[in-house]
C-alpha cells in the first residue's frame, strides 16, 4: 500500500524511534497522522493529531480505537527496557515489561483489526527486536516480552490475512535513542530504521531485519542453543 494520504496512527511516537516514524511518514505525505503517547504534552511534531493513550489501558485503548475509526496504517512502537533478569528480577517489573511489549501491542491490534478491515485491509507494524531471537544476562524480561511480540506478529500476520491487513515485523538491534544510550556498540539511526519499516508496508515484505546485528542472529537460529550462544557471546566479546 502507499504510505501516500493514509491514515496512520503511531504508538510512543513522542520520542526515538516513534517520533522519527512520524517524521518519515510526513516526508511520505501521510494524509493523517495521529501520534499516540501517554502524556500528550511531549509531543512536538507538528501536523498531527494527538492522541493520549497507554497501550496497557484497555479503557484507553478502546477510546483511541473510537475517536480513530480512520485509520488504515498501525505502528505499534511503544515499549520499555527494564533491564530486569527473570529469576532473580522484581516480579512486578516484569509483569509491567510484558504489559507493555506484549499485551498493549496485542491491545491495540484486537482493538484497530476491525478498523483496517471496513477501512481496506491496510497494516500493522510491530518494532519487535533482534532480542526476539536471543537473551543475555540482565535483559532476561524484555527478551521475553519481544520473544512473545515476534510471535504475536506471526500469529495476528495469518489471522488477519483474510481481511487484508498486512502484518510487519521489524527487528534490530541497538538504535541510537535515550534506551541505548551509555551502550558502546554500532548503533542503527531511528532515521534509518523508520524508513524501512516503512518501505516494508509500502513494498508488502513481512519481515525486516534492519541492521547487520539482527541478519547474524537470525541466521543462527538453525544452531543447537549451545553453539548459537557460544556465537552470540563470541560476538559480543564476553
Known sequence: MDIKDAVVLVTGANRGIGAEFVEQLKKRGAG??????????????????????DITDAGQVAA?????????????????????????????????????????PLLMTRAFAPILGSNGGGAILNVV??????????????????AAAWMLTDSTRLELAAQGTHVVGVHMGLVDTDMARGMEAPKIAPADLAGAGLDAIESGVEEVLADDWARF??????????????????????
Open 32 to 53: 493523517k497522522i495521529y501520534a499516540a503517547a501517554r502524556d500528550v504534552t511531549t509531543l512536538e511534531a507538528e501536523g498531527i493529531h494527538p492522541l493520549e493513550l
Open 64 to 104: 483511541a480505537a473510537a475517536a480513530a475509526g480512520d485509520v488504515h496504517v498501525l505502528i505499534n512502537n511503544a515499549g520499555i527496557s527494564t533491564g530486569t533478569s527473570l529469576v532473580s528480577g522484581d516480579e512486578a517489573t516484569i509483569r509491567r515489561e510484558m504489559d507493555t511489549n506484549f499485551y498493549g
Open 129 to 146: 527486536s533482534a532480542l526476539s531471537w536471543f537473551t543475555a544476562p540482565g535483559v532476561g524480561a524484555y527478551a521475553a516480552s519481544k
Open 217 to 238: 542472529i537470525k541466521s543462527g537460529l538453525v544452531l543447537s542453543p549451545q553453539e548459537r550462544y557460544e556465537q552470540i557471546f563470541s560476538a559480543l566479546g564476553t
